[in-house]
Each structure stands twice: as structure tokens, then as C-alpha cells.
């Protein structure tokens, strides 16, 4: 199965939940700016979005969207979606406010030369995150037990660090945690980046 990534990217999400279920892949980085692979090739032929995480599993069955990957890939595993009758569907609710409500806000934040913008988003995320520090139901977001969700969550709270963002303290303990994990270790020695806390 072979997992297309970019480092620091969303697809990290992806690429820790990769490592904690211990399914087989061979994990090839993207330049998301010239959509080539580290061969040279050209990564539009195998995704024309262009965009990354993307996995092809065994199949030839192309999977995108980081939404549908991390469900799919959580699947796989133990215990990485929440239990209980409604248990997915409220992973899915999170994963989505995660990948829009979050990651979008984020991306514009990164690439906007606009000082009176970048103003707004980072109020508006702000705002955000605190809201996401109060549905944490425990040391995660769906009690003591990861999920796939806390992955996706763990490269905002990264991102918010790039940025200068401050983090409610319940979402550095959270990042703390998740960063003691073997599969976060894994994935932060592959991609070639720090770990944001010296607990990990």
C-alpha cells in the first residue's frame, strides 16, 4: 500500500494512523508546490488533484480527502473510533469541524498578505480551538482512549504553534500526550521535525 505525504502537512494525521493500526505501507513524500515525487515523477498522475494525504491500497483503489482517509485507515485499527452506537458518527462531526473549521482557516492563514485578514483568522481560530477545548471528554477528545480525531487534531495544535497562536492548556496536555506515543515519534523522525514538547 503506498501512502503519499507532505511533511507538516495534514496528511501527518494520516501518516500517525498508519503507524498505530500497523498496517504494511510504503510512505513516498510529495513536493505539494511542484506536485513531484522524490523520483521525479509527476504525482498528478497518480493524484490530479494534486494535493496530499492520498493511499492506494493493494487494489489500484485511489483514496483522498483526509476526512475519508483517517476513517477508513481508523477502520483498520483498535479502538480508534469512539464506541457506542453514535460513536462514528461523532468521530466523522469531529473530524469534519477539524478539516473545516480548522484546517481551512489555517492554510489561508499561512499564504495571506493581508495583515487586516491574518487579524481575523487568527481571532477566528482562537475562538475555535477554545470551543475544541471544551469537548474533550477526558485526556482526549473522546475520553482516555485516542482516536483518529486527536491525530488530526495534534497537527492543528501544531500548526497554531507555527503561527504564535496561544493553546488552552488542556490542548497542550493533549499534544503532550499524544506526542509521547511511538507512532507520533515514528512519524516526527520520518518527516524530519521537532516534537513540540520535551515531554515527548
Given at each position: 500500500?503506498?501512502?503519499?505525504y507532505?511533511p ?12 498505530e ?6 510512505a513516498?513524500?510529495?513536493d505539494?508546490?511542484?506536485h513531484?515525487?522524490e ?8 493524484n490530479p488533484n494534486?494535493y496530499?494525504p492520498a493511499l492506494m491500497?493493494?487494489?489500484?483503489t485511489?483514496l483522498?480527502?483526509?476526512v475519508?482517509?483517517l476513517?477508513w485507515i481508523?477502520?483498520?485499527?483498535e479502538?480508534?473510533?469512539?464506541p457506542g452506537a453514535m ?11 477539524i478539516?473545516t ?7 489561508r492563514?499561512?499564504f495571506?498578505?493581508?495583515e487586516?485578514?491574518k487579524a481575523?483568522?487568527?481571532?477566528i481560530?482562537?475562538k475555535r480551538?477554545r470551543?475544541?477545548?471544551a469537548?474533550l ?8 482512549h485516542?482516536?483518529?480525531a486527536d491525530?488530526?487534531?495534534?497537527v492543528m495544535l501544531?500548526?497554531?504553534?507555527m ?7 488542556e490542548l497542550?496536555?493533549l499534544a503532550q ?5 511511538d507512532?507520533?515519534r515514528a512519524?516526527?523522525a ?8 520535551a515531554?515527548?
Amino acid at each position: 500500500m503506498d501512502f503519499y505525504y507532505a511533511p507538516t502537512t495534514c496528511s501527518q494525521a494520516a501518516h500517525i494512523l498508519l503507524h498505530e493500526t500497523g498496517l504494511q505501507f510504503r510512505a513516498i513524500k510529495v513536493d505539494v508546490f511542484t506536485h513531484r515525487l522524490e523520483d521525479g515523477s509527476d504525482y498528478e498522475s497518480i493524484n490530479p488533484n494534486g494535493y496530499v494525504p492520498a493511499l492506494m491500497p493493494a487494489d489500484g483503489t485511489l483514496l483522498t480527502e483526509n476526512v475519508a482517509l483517517l476513517d477508513w485507515i481508523a477502520g483498520h485499527g483498535e479502538g480508534l473510533i469512539p464506541p457506542g452506537a453514535m460513536g462514528r458518527t461523532r468521530h466523522l462531526q469531529m473530524l469534519a469541524f477539524i478539516s473545516t473549521e480548522l484546517q481551512k482557516p489555517f492554510v489561508r492563514l499561512f499564504f495571506s498578505e493581508s495583515e487586516t485578514e491574518k487579524a481575523e483568522l487568527t481571532t477566528i481560530l482562537s475562538k475555535r480551538l477554545r470551543w475544541t477545548a471544551a469537548q474533550l471528554q477526558g485526556a482526549y477528545l473522546f475520553g482516555d482512549h485516542f482516536s483518529a480525531a486527536d491525530a488530526f487534531l495534534y497537527v492543528m495544535l501544531r500548526w497554531a504553534a507555527m503561527t504564535g497562536m496561544e493553546i488552552a492548556h488542556e490542548l497542550q496536555k493533549l499534544a503532550q500526550l499524544v506526542e509521547c506515543r511511538d507512532s507520533v515519534r515514528a512519524v516526527l523522525a520520518r518527516e524530519s521535525v521537532q516534537p513540540l514538547h520535551a515531554a515527548a
